[in-house]
Nanobody, 120 residues
Framework: QVQLVESGGGLVQPGGSLSLSCAAS????????MGWYRQTPESQRELVVR???????NYADAVKGRATIARSNAKNTVFLQMNSLKPEETGVYYC??????????????WGQGTQVTVSS
């Protein structure tokens, strides 16, 4: 049993910065990938970024250059920082944990999601 708890969502001004955290607990695998999905009014649920247990990162084209993912020393906490947020990026952001096999990521566990609203 694995639990993921997100924090840091809320209201962000257009052009402002976002900081999210996610803490994983329970019976964690030896090696695992963590990352973030989002669901926005203009897009289907999409993978924003992920980082493998080996430290390999993959960013969606839409956030490259604006987003940074990091993991704690214990690897059980993941952070997302993103600047220059746009109103169309308003939505629910989900923390995910799973496996990356042959370059393909399969989420096994999902957080409840945290609402991010980009508005003035």
């Amino acid at each position: 049993q694995v639990q993921l708890v997100e924090s840091g969502g809320g209201l962000v001004q257009p052009g402002g910065s976002l900081s999210l955290s996610c803490a994983a607990s329970g019976k964690l695998p030896m090696l695992y990938t963590m990352g973030w999905y989002r669901q926005t009014p203009e897009s289907q649920r999409e993978l924003v970024v992920r980082e493998s247990g080996a430290g390999i990162t993959n960013y969606a084209d839409a956030v490259k250059g604006r987003a940074t993912i990091a993991r704690s020393n214990a690897k059980n906490t993941v952070f997302l920082q993103m600047n220059s947020l746009k109103p169309e990026e308003t939505g629910v952001y989900y923390c995910v944990l799973g496996r990356t096999t042959s370059g393909k990521f399969s989420p096994d566990y999902w957080g409840q999601g945290t609402q991010v609203t980009v508005s003035s």
